[in-house]
């Protein structure tokens, strides 16, 4: 796993050449950060954590993937996605140096996806976190997801999700999200019922004010 982690950062690495250059100089001094809010991954290929950081009214978030293969920490990978610069930094300890690249944002369009053939049907209520969370399910004869969302919490959704769609498990329309962008979604299951080997679930274990700042004067950015 941690060799697939690396190669995908010097995949990234490539991409970044090309479209336009934003470079360390167009970045701010620091990423400020002021609340962590942490998702459990359960499928097929085991369970994973991914923390995301948010302040509050900013719509940049940062994000960790934390992967355990018996008692070591594997990703050491620290991502910021800027959609003021429309970019996401790429942070890595490697070999004792701080290493950063910066990579352009794809522009993501699914405006045209069909959804019209998903059943939506409201489920109740429950409490995540102790926040009160409405319940709604979406079927086709593909998929099924259970989603529960709050509706009052301090960071949001539309700050994880933007226009960018590479967080959203595969197979799921962000259409289906549409009129939730205020709201933050604590626990989902995506069920296909043809491939039960992508089933996956993400439930929301921790929302919790967490302060950091994330100086970009530590990282040595490469360029391409």
Known sequence: MKTKIVILFFLCMETAAFGQKITKANLPDSYDFTWRYTQQITNKQGDMLIHYFFK?????????????????????????????????????????????????????????????????????????????????????????????????????????????????????????????ENSLVLEMEFINKKKKKFNSKIIGIALEKEPLSINISDYKFMGF
């Open 56 to 180: 509050e009214n900013q719509p940049n978030f940062g994000s960790k993937i934390e992967i355990t293969k018996g008692k070591d920490l594997v990703s050491n990978m620290f991502t910021i996605m800027d959609y003021r610069l429309n970019v996401s930094l790429v942070l890595m300890d490697m070999m004792g140096s701080k290493m950063g690249q910066i990579i352009k944002l794809p522009s993501s369009d699914n405006s045209s996806q069909d959804i019209e053939d998903y059943k939506i049907e409201e489920i109740g209520e429950k409490e995540i976190l102790g926040y009160q969370c409405k319940g709604i399910k979406y079927e086709n004869e593909d998929y099924k997801i259970i989603m529960y969302y709050a509706i009052d919490p301090p960071v949001s959704f539309n700050q994880l999700y933007q226009s960018n769609t590479q967080n959203i498990p595969e197979g799921i329309n962000m259409r289906l999200f549409e009129g939730l």
